[in-house]
């Protein structure tokens, strides 16, 4: 027997289980594979923020707009996935860096993005666990954070009662041309096929302008009340926008749990899942910086994970070369956050249907238009 479907999607991470969702609900004959686990990979060892970023237009258009869809959804959401509406604050450490503060008040403003600046006084207040003397912060109200691997189970089965049929432990050896082929031989046939594997996606698409991207993350027992809003130092951006270096910054989540996640870190060429013991050592010790009284406490896991990056820092998001495949990865640190503006763009695509955004910035084609200039 032939098994067909209108759509299937490669992997059940948070962006291929929000992509299989999305087009489920849209009417689509769908099915998911998953060589592993549902929420595993980058998923399971994200942070998990719902932010708004600013890197670019394009970044800041598809984080704002995912973080609207997150926002309808949240009324959904079943207690485990711990959607909580803390906001981001962004540390400014000196004078310097509450010039950046006030850089990026104006941006968001623009884009009607609510902010509030907090001086000195303010931010000790609103965290008295922090460092003093900090110049201040800018306050994002709109940030959220929730527990990616929950979240990705619940899109998985919103699917699946929308008719999606689930693969699961099923490992895809080919994919193209309408045609997917298990490692065990087994084929099934698609329309359309979205690849959403994240820092393994060049495994199928040796070409794809996606590199892993290396992270570490730690996670305390429970201390109630010690953090009230995600936290994250100015120079994070430096950190994050490098595409080269290792770098660290101070970036602390508060849990419903109770428990603070700390992280981050970023690694190229270094695929070893072990942990990094000396970037591990310069985390906490960024943390420590910003909050030295978090070296009281104690932390049960330390884990690692990888993002994938792209060049441009952008998600690759639509078709490609072959008629029949089309992608969904790159996100690096947002895939949590992009998840939702992803699936409907896609999908909005796929079914010819008008975005709420321009799905342009993100389409696969600008890498190959790159390659074939150069």
């Known amino acids: 027997m032939k098994l067909s479907y209108d759509a299937v999607v490669i992997g ?15 009417g ?73 503060v006030h850089r990026k008040q104006a941006v968001y403003a623009a884009a009607h993005v ?15 666990n ?28 919103c699917a699946k009662q929308a008719g999606a049929t689930l693969y699961l432990e099923r490992a ?18 698609a329309a359309s096929i979205i690849h959403a594997t994240g820092a393994s996606a060049s495994r199928l698409m040796p070409h794809l302008p996606v590199r892993k991207r290396k992270g570490h993350l730690v996670i305390t027992d429970r201390y109630p009340g010690f953090v009230r809003h995600q936290l994250v130092e100015l120079g994070y951006l430096k950190s994050a926008h490098s595409t080269s270096s290792d770098s660290v910054a101070f970036n602390v989540q508060p849990r419903r749990t109770g428990q603070l996640l700390i992280g981050s870190s970023r690694q190229y060429n270094n695929e070893g899942t072990g942990v990094d013991q000396n970037i591990l050592g310069a985390m906490l010790a960024r943390a420590f910086d910003y909050i030295p009284s978090l070296q009281g ?20 998001i639509g078709p490609t070369e072959d008629a029949s495949v089309f992608l969904a990865t790159g996100h690096e640190g947002l895939g949590i956050t992009t ?36």
């Open 114 to 128: 609510s902010t509030e600046i907090l001086d000195a006084k303010a931010l000790a207040e609103a965290e008295p």
């Open 339 to 374: 998840s939702l503006a992803t699936a409907r763009l896609l999908t909005d695509h796929l079914l010819d249907r008008t975005p709420a955004i321009s799905l342009a910035p993100y389409l696969p084609e600008r890498f190959a238009c790159e390659a074939a200039h150069a």
């Open 28 to 100: 689509m004959r769908m099915a998911i594979v998953e060589a592993q686990i549902i929420g595993g990979g980058a998923t399971a060892a994200g942070m998990g923020h719902i932010v708004v970023m600013d890197d670019s237009p394009a970044q800041l258009a598809l984080t704002q707009y995912s973080q609207s869809l997150w926002n309808e959804l949240a009324s959904q959401l079943p207690p485990n996935v711990e959607y909580d509406r803390c906001g981001t604050l962004w540390i400014a450490a000196d004078d310097d860096e509450m010039q950046e």
């Open 172 to 189: 895809v050896a080919k994919a193209g041309k309408g045609r997917l082929v298990f490692s065990d031989g087994t084929e099934i046939f």
């Open 130 to 157: 922090l460092r003093r003397p900090l110049a201040g912060a800018l306050f994002v109200p709109s940030d959220a954070v929730i527990y990616p691997p929950c979240a990705a189970m619940y899109l998985v089965e």
């Open 297 to 316: 406490l104690s932390s049960i896991r330390v884990w690692t994970g990888f993002r994938a990056a792209t060049p441009d820092k952008l998600p690759l």
């Open 12 to 26: 059940a991470g948070i962006v291929g289980a929000a992509c299989a969702c999305e087009l489920a609900r849209a």
